[in-house]
C-alpha cells in the first residue's frame, strides 16, 4: 500500500464540472488540472477499450508534470451499435444522437485510471446499460432547448432532466453515469492511503 504523505496532493486530471462535483462528495481535499490530451479513437479500437486508454493518458499527462503526486484521471465513452458516441458540441448533433439511440439500449464505458505517488497505476472500467424510450422528435427537441446537454456524450445528461429520456438502467455504480464512479474510485483511493472516511474524521 502506498501511503499518503502531508506532501502528497490529489489531482483530478480534468475540467469536467461534472466529475468535480462527483468528487467532492467524498471530502477529500483535491485540486483539478485540465490535461491536453488528443481524444481521437484509434483505428478499431473499441469503446471500452478508447475510455480505458484515454484515462490512462489523462492521468499520466498530469502525472508528468507534478510527480509524487496522487492523480485521477477519467474518460467515458457511449456504446451504441458496437460504436463510439461522442459529445455532440451542437443542438443538430445532439438531436441526431438522440434520435438514433430512441427505443435502443446503449452503453456507458467509464474508465478511471489512478496514479500513485511512485508512479504505478491501476486501471478499470465500469459499464452502465441505459434503455432509452421511444422518443418524439417534440420531446427530443424540448429536452435539448431546456438542458442544452451538448458537453455530455450522447447528449444524455442523466443527472439532471435526461432522467425522463431512459425507462430503465443497469450499473454497479450509479455515478458511472454522470462520470466518475465512486465506488470504484474510493477503492482504488484507499490502495493508495486515501481514504475517504478517515479524512473526514480527521
Not at 438514433?100 to 478499470?124: N, Q, R, W
Request: proline content about 6%.
Amino acid at each position: 500500500m502506498h501511503i499518503m504523505t502531508n506532501n502528497v496532493q490529489v489531482i483530478l486530471a480534468s475540467s469536467s464540472p461534472y466529475r468535480r462535483e462527483l468528487l467532492e462528495r467524498l471530502h477529500v481535499p483535491f485540486t483539478c488540472v485540465s490535461p491536453d490530451v488528443d481524444e481521437t479513437p484509434c483505428p478499431n479500437e473499441t469503446p471500452r477499450d478508447l475510455a480505458l486508454r484515454l484515462s490512462k493518458l489523462k492521468a499520466f499527462a498530469i502525472a508528468k508534470m507534478y510527480p509524487g503526486q496522487i492523480i485521477i484521471g477519467s474518460d467515458q465513452v457511449l456504446c451504441l451499435d458496437g460504436k463510439s458516441l461522442g459529445k455532440p458540441h451542437t443542438y443538430e448533433k445532439a438531436k441526431e444522437q438522440l434520435m438514433t439511440m430512441s427505443g435502443k439500449s446503449v452503453v456507458f464505458h467509464s474508465g478511471i485510471c489512478i496514479v500513485a505517488p511512485d508512479g504505478s497505476y491501476e486501471l478499470d472500467e465500469v459499464q452502465t446499460t441505459l434503455f432509452i424510450r421511444n422518443l418524439s422528435e417534440e420531446s427530443i427537441d424540448t429536452y435539448l432547448k431546456l438542458e442544452e446537454p451538448f458537453d455530455c456524450a450522447g447528449s444524455a445528461k442523466i443527472e439532471k432532466l435526461g432522467i425522463s429520456l431512459i425507462r430503465e438502467y443497469q450499473s454497479t455504480d450509479p455515478t458511472a453515469i454522470i462520470g466518475l464512479p465512486l465506488i470504484r474510485v474510493s477503492e482504488m483511493l484507499a490502495k493508495v492511503g486515501v481514504s475517504p472516511l478517515s479524512t473526514i474524521l480527521k
